[in-house]
């Protein structure tokens, strides 16, 4: 079953958005396997952030993530990575399409609430990085029936 990884970064938790975060992709039918709240190390941010380094936001990126507590999230379920990024929007919340997340929540593109992996290699990566094996777990919840096919 496909995975990605989610987290509502600082400036969802501070503005206490994780509910209505979460509750979209709960209602839309995924899994949640793993979940924390936590504080976010320089180093995990810069190895996260590994593919924007050469970028001139990297530094404003880390120091954003780094910021404040966030809630880091493994999602399960058939076509979740690419459905999640829908579900997210567009990268710059003032362009992405009201009824997702950036669109509904969000003006600025250094405080656009929630990360997303951008396909399954890369979902593959984040989740290795923000989680162990044993972080995860392996359930298939009743409701299944109801909801796939
Ligand atoms: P996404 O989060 O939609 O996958 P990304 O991977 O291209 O977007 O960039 C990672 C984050 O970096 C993004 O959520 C916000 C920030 N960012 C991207 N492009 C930026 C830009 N042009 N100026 C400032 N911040 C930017
Ligand atoms: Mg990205």
């Keep these: 079953m496909e995975r990605t990884f989610l987290a509502i ?11 209505d975060i979460i509750k979209r992709f709960e209602t839309k039918g995924f899994t949640l396997v793993g979940l924390k709240f936590m504080s976010v190390s320089r180093e995990l941010a810069e190895q996260h952030y590994d593919v924007h380094k050469e ?9 954003f ?3 404040g507590p966030i809630i880091a999230m493994v ?3 058939d076509g979740v990575v690419a459905a999640a990024r829908k579900v997210i929007g567009a990268t ?3 362009t992405a399409e009201p ?3 950036r669109g ?4 600025s593109i250094g405080r656009n609430l929630i990360h997303g992996s951008d396909a399954i290699e890369t979902a593959q990566r984040e989740i290795a990085l923000w989680f162990k094996d044993e972080e995860l ?6 409701l299944t029936a109801w909801t796939y096919e």
């Design 9 to 19: 970064k600082p400036d969802g938790v501070q503005r206490k958005l994780i509910g």
């Design 55 to 63: 970028r001139p936001f990297f530094s404003g990126l880390v120091e």
């Design 65 to 67: 993530i780094t910021s």
């Design 75 to 77: 999602w399960e379920g």
């Design 92 to 94: 710059n919340p003032l």
């Design 99 to 101: 009824g997702t997340i």
């Design 104 to 107: 509904d929540f969000g003006v």
């Design 137 to 142: 777990v392996n359930w298939q919840p009743t």
